[in-house]
């Protein structure tokens, strides 16, 4: 029985070295991923409006594209876990501790497009995304409305990223590293390119790929297929459609789980869910399920 012990004891030594030493290399290469630096080299320039109106419309944005990250107060986040780690959510305003405070609106812009903050390191968890999901005027809007809210005083702690997110990383099962995701010479969207129908809604819908997948044929860890097959929004109209993102309801009726964020989607304008619609009846369909 002692050498049975002793062998068993040997197994698992053995085995808990090797899952040491796997996480070292990930942790050292995923420390050289994130602490790599990154130049803009796209060229664009903001005219930030301070008019009630287009500040409204930053607002209206914020609350569909941001809010659930960075709070209805723009003050951030901290989110804790011991696979994940702690994640910080940056305070958008201008008090102590919010980067409102000193950066300037090109900054603001540039991290939210890019992924890059002015020391030229990536941001963390931005969804990169908004590049294809936020025009120029958007952003001006957007800034406007960041400008706009009083400011918060925040001590938040510095993102420190855990075992779990850190091989997600380095397997590319996730975007952590928002630079490593994004053209960095590709110059913004500008408002011009959203006017039509199919550019407005290919804009709108970018933003759903955060959770649907890029192709939108849906992802393990997010969202469903929402392509136009049978077996996912195929069977579905317009006006399904758009009751799913207005009411949180199924063709059926049964209710969308608010993991689902419906409750902020909603703020899309009418112009806005039909332009996704008709987007979304442009792309492959594909028989895709995903749990």
């Known amino acids: ?16 070295g090797i899952v040491v030493l796997v996480y070292a ?10 602490n790599r630096t990154y130049e803009v080299s796209a060229d664009f320039a903001l005219s930030v409006p301070d008019d009630p109106e287009r500040i409204a419309e930053g607002q209206r944005l914020y609350t569909i594209m941001c809010q659930s990250c960075h709070g209805e107060n723009l003050a951030g986040q901290t989110f804790a876990d011991l696979m994940a780690g702690r994640i910080v959510i940056a305070n958008l305003t201008s008090g102590e501790g919010g980067i409102g405070s000193n950066r300037s609106d090109e ?13 030229g390191s990536s941001t963390i968890l931005m969804p990169p995304e908004f590049n294809q999901a936020v025009n120029l005027t958007d ?6 409305y960041i400008r706009s809210v009083p400011p918060v005083e925040t001590t938040a702690a510095k993102t420190r990223l ?5 091989v997600m990383h380095v397997t590319n099962q996730f975007p952590v590293v928002t630079a490593e995701h994004v053209a960095l010479d590709s110059p913004p969207l500008s408002a011009h390119a ?4 199919s550019g407005l809604g290919k804009q709108r819908a970018a933003f759903c790929t955060a959770c649907h997948g890029t192709d939108l044929t849906g992802d393990p860890i997010g969202g469903p297929n929402i392509t136009p097959h049978e077996t996912a929004l195929g ?20 209710a969308i789980s608010t993991e689902m964020p419906w409750e902020t989607l909603h703020f899309y304008t009418d112009e806005e869910l039909h332009a996704m619609w008709a987007y979304l009846q442009t792309i492959d369909p594909v ?3 995903v749990e």
Not at 4 to 10: E, F, P, S, Y
Not at 25 to 34: D, K, T
Not at 238 to 254: C, I, M, T, Y
């Open 25 to 34: 290399v990930v942790a050292v290469i995923s420390a050289g991923r994130i």
């Open 162 to 166: 855990g075992p779990m997110m850190r």
């Open 1 to 16: 029985m002692k050498r049975v012990l002793k062998w068993i004891g040997i197994i698992v030594g053995s085995l808990l």
């Open 235 to 254: 069977t579905w109209s317009q006006d399904d459609f758009v009751r799913a993102l207005r009411e949180g309801l199924r063709p059926d009726g049964s």
């Open 194 to 197: 959203s006017q039509d129908g």
């Open 139 to 144: 952003m001006e809007n957007l800034i406007a």
């Open 107 to 119: 900054a603001i812009a540039q991290a939210v497009w890019y992924g890059v903050k002015p020391d």
């Open 287 to 289: 028989a895709r399920d």
